[in-house]
């Protein structure tokens, strides 16, 4: 199975918004509701920043928001702080499995 | 809290057995999807399989059926082996529950 496709990298100010991009196919993301997004600093453990599309768990920010367009999700963040400069990666449920993007790093300028 | 502790080999030679095992404490073991995600280094995550209470046992079909989960449900554990390694699966080994809460990782490097 192919990785879903994610921009490399991306970056903003401290207060702006970003958005990334995940793109897959009709038989993962565009087929379910259940894409997930995770922020990751290499050597510790993912964190859950979205499920099932657009959900928060407790305790994330609501500046975290997903959404999905046929087979591309998105994750955006609002209000850009010096934390959440790390690598953010999507994941969606592909039938039988689950499939993780390329992963993006995203650089607070 | 839940908390997920994660133990195992962390070096093999080509054609062994990875063997790692993931304990949840403090926390509900049943109704959540078990997984094992990896990440080999300078590399993405990577899905290996999961166990899921409605979705039943997954694996990524690229690792061509070397893989197995298993579940102690008395002890709250459950545990990933695969099998022929090569250097290709060298990498950081990680254990999650439902996606949310996750073990500490297992680095395990496979070299002769």
């Known amino acids: 199975q192919s990785a879903l496709t994610q921009p490399r990298s991306v970056s903003g100010s401290p207060g702006q918004s970003v958005t990334i991009s995940c793109t897959g196919s009709s038989s993962d993301v565009g087929g379910y509701n259940y894409v997930a997004w995770y922020h990751h600093h290499p050597g510790k453990a993912p964190k859950l920043m979205i499920y099932?599309?657009?959900n928060r768990p407790s305790g994330v920010p609501d500046r975290f928001s997903g959404s999905k367009s046929g087979n591309t999700a998105s994750l955006t963040i609002s209000g850009l702080q010096a934390e959440d400069e790390a690598d953010y990666y999507c994941?969606?449920?592909?039938?039988?499995?689950?499939?993780f993007g390329g992963g993006t790093k995203l650089t607070v300028l | 809290q839940v908390q997920l502790q994660q133990w195992g080999a962390g070096l093999l030679k080509p054609s062994e057995t990875l063997s790692l095992t993931c304990a949840v404490y403090g926390g509900s073991f049943s109704g959540y999807s078990l997984s094992w995600i990896r990440q080999a280094p300078g590399k993405g995550l990577e899905w290996i399989g999961e166990?899921?209470?409605?979705?039943?046992?997954g694996f990524n079909p690229s690792l061509k059926g070397r893989v197995t989960i298993s579940v102690d449900t008395s002890n709250n554990q459950f545990s990933l082996k695969m099998t022929s390694v090569t250097a290709a699966d060298t990498a950081v080994y990680y254990c999650?529950?439902?996606?949310?809460?996750w073990g500490q990782g297992t680095l395990v490097t496979v070299s002769s």
């Open positions: 994941c969606s449920y592909a039938g039988t499995y689950w499939v």
């Open positions: 999650a529950r439902g996606g949310l809460n």
């Open positions: 166990v899921d209470h409605s979705r039943g046992t």
């Open positions: 099932d599309v657009s």
